[in-house]
C-alpha cells in the first residue's frame, strides 16, 4: 500500500493543503503590501515665506505651510475586498486545486501592484506639488483616493 506524499513546501496533508498554504501566503503577502503602502504613502514638506504685513505697519509676517501625506483608508479597505473576492472565487469557481491556486496567486499580484502605484502615486504628488503653491495661496490638488494629505497654514508676525 503506498502512502500520500506531499510536495516539498507544502505543511499540510489535507487535500486542501496546497490551497490552505497559498492562502497563507497570501495573508502574508497582503500584509506586506500593506507596510509597504504605509511607508511609501507616508512623508512631509514645510515652507516658510516672508511677507509684508497686511496691516502696512511695515513689520514682515512669516506664513508657513506644513504639508503631511498619511495612507488612505480607501487602499486598504480595497485590500481587503480584493483578498475577500479571491477567498470566495476559491470557494464558489475553483474546480481543481490548481484552478485555487492560479487565483490566489494573481490576487497577490493585483494587491503588490495596487500597494506599489498607491504608494508611488502618492509620493510623486508630495514631490512634484510646487511648494510655493502652499504659502501664496494657490490650488492644491490632493491625491486621493492614493493618500490622505492634510495641509496646515500658519502665519507668525
Do not use: K
Not at 496567486?105 to 503653491?133: C, F, K, N, Q, Y
Amino acid at each position: 500500500m503506498r502512502t500520500a506524499t506531499v510536495e516539498t513546501g507544502e505543511l499540510s496533508r489535507l487535500p486542501a493543503g496546497p490551497i490552505l498554504v497559498r492562502l497563507r501566503r497570501l495573508l502574508l503577502t497582503t500584509a506586506g503590501a500593506a507596510a509597504a503602502y504605509s511607508l511609501l504613502s507616508t512623508g512631509s514638506v514645510g515652507t516658510c515665506t516672508d511677507s509684508p504685513d497686511a496691516g502696512g505697519s511695515g513689520t514682515t509676517q512669516v506664513t508657513c505651510a506644513n504639508l503631511v501625506m498619511h495612507p488612505s483608508w480607501i487602499v486598504y479597505a480595497a485590500f481587503a475586498v480584493i483578498l475577500f473576492v479571491a477567498i470566495g472565487r476559491v470557494a464558489r469557481q475553483s474546480s481543481t486545486v490548481a484552478d485555487a491556486l492560479r487565483i490566489l496567486d494573481r490576487t497577490a499580484i493585483v494587491i503588490g501592484v495596487l500597494a506599489v502605484t498607491a504608494g508611488l502615486i502618492g509620493m510623486a504628488w508630495m514631490l512634484l506639488v510646487p511648494h510655493e503653491s502652499l504659502t501664496s495661496g494657490g490650488t492644491v490638488i490632493f491625491p486621493f483616493p492614493f493618500s490622505s494629505p492634510e495641509l496646515t497654514i500658519t502665519h507668525n508676525p
